[in-house]
């Protein structure tokens, strides 16, 4: 984990306690330090939690401990990439693919051709929705019979699905 421009408004990766996987978030708060995010928010499922080292980081932080103990038992971890020049690029790339993924679904169809989402409604892989709030998408994943994952033209998005009033 970098300690450069952290600052709440920014982006970090992190482990995601709800989505279960490591993915992007934007900084809440930091600690007292100003150094170590505290409340990050996932940018997938825009679900909010204390912030929470990504398994990369783990490694990172466990091969330098066994390197400053002298620990020649365990193997070095080999550096990977070109640290953030080439998350940066690798950030790019990953929004320009969503991007061209979200064109080649959804540009030029017909209105009847999208479900409207509701949450009542169940969804299956490569079904095109309209949104209220995000607009027109399709549907990527199926995570489980109750969430979906939705790219919008602003990226992709957990939705929930086949819920029943209770």
């Given at each position: ?96 693919d ?17 479900k409207?989402?509701r ?33 919008f ?14």
């Amino acid at each position: 984990m970098s300690s450069t421009n952290l600052k709440p408004g920014g982006e970090i990766d992190a482990y995601c306690t709800s989505c279960k996987a490591d993915r992007t978030h934007r900084i809440i708060a930091l600690d007292r330090d100003g150094k170590t995010p505290k409340k990050v928010e996932c940018l997938s499922c825009k679900g909010h939690h204390l912030f929470r080292l990504t398994q990369a980081q783990k490694d990172a932080a466990a091969a330098h401990k066994r390197a400053s103990r002298g620990d020649k038992s365990a193997p070095a971890a080999r550096p990977r990439g070109g640290g953030a020049k080439s998350h940066a690029v690798a950030t790019k790339k990953r929004e320009e693919d969503q991007a061209a993924s979200w064109e080649r679904a959804v540009v030029g169809k017909d209105y009847a051709a999208f479900k409207p989402y509701r949450i009542d409604l169940s969804f299956a892989k490569n079904d095109l929705v309209r949104h209220s709030k995000f607009g027109d998408g399709v549907v990527v994943t199926v995570l489980d019979p109750a969430k979906v994952e939705v790219l919008f033209r602003d990226g992709p998005r957990m939705l929930a699905q086949a819920r029943t009033a209770s």
